[in-house]
């Protein structure tokens, strides 16, 4: 049965949290336990271009706006 971690923190320093994930990863891996990361972006916006790149960082829309 699958067991889950979740790493969750302020949404300006995402580096911290890939850090954080990558360390937890590496310790469990080399524990003989199979390890998955899976990144989570829980932003559902219909319009991105109002979203703050100071906030939520660098932010890219795609020709068709999406």
């Known amino acids: 049965m699958p067991k889950y971690i979740f790493v969750t923190g302020g949404v300006v320093s995402s580096i911290g949290k890939g850090i954080t ?31 703050s790149p100071y906030q939520h960082g660098e932010v890219f829309v795609t020709d068709d706006g999406a």
């Open 21 to 51: 994930v990558a360390s937890i990863g590496r310790i469990l891996k080399s524990r003989g336990i199979a390890v998955t990361a899976q990144k989570l972006d829980p932003y559902l916006n219909i319009d991105p271009g109002t979203m």
